[in-house]
């Protein structure tokens, strides 16, 4: 028994410091996470920043595929295939990252735009979203912090579940 917990004492500041790199990956389980998980799929139209939503057709269109609370998968209007992307929750909102070389590509939901209820519950059937594509990579180990530091997106739009109950 004495043997055992020397080899387990030898080896828990190993064990420490891995769980402490995944530390920034750990997040809370918000509502809205919830709500964009429950929605399971998503589908997003996005303009450029700063266009009026009547006088200009929409820019770029997203999918959001098979959302979980790490992961979903993303086609978007402007490349070929789906792509994986990682899933950080925060309180500016819930961020889906795509890395792409040394840039990463996120799209943000900020909040409900719009909700539902019927005999099922409550759901939110429209999400303000925003686009952006900027090379701080440290959205991975802060989403929050890291949508906040850069200024300008460069699309915003809205996100809807691709099935409403």
Known sequence: MKTFMLRQSRHMPKLIAALAMLAPYAQANSPLLN???KARDLICEMRTSGTPP????R??????????MQR????????????????????????FVEDVHASVKVTSILSCMRWNTSS???QCVRYEAVNRWHFDNS????????????AENSYTGWCEPWRID
Request: charged share 25%; net charge positive.
């Open 35 to 37: 709500e964009v998980v």
């Open 54 to 57: 009547r006088d200009t057709p």
């Open 59 to 68: 820019n770029l269109m997203l999918f959001l595929e098979n959302v979980e």
């Open 72 to 95: 979903a998968r993303m086609v978007t209007s402007a490349t070929i295939g789906t792509r994986p992307v990682r899933v950080y929750s925060g309180d500016t909102g819930v961020h």
């Open 120 to 122: 099922k519950g409550r």
């Open 139 to 150: 959205v991975h180990r802060n989403a929050d912090q890291s949508y906040l530091s850069v």
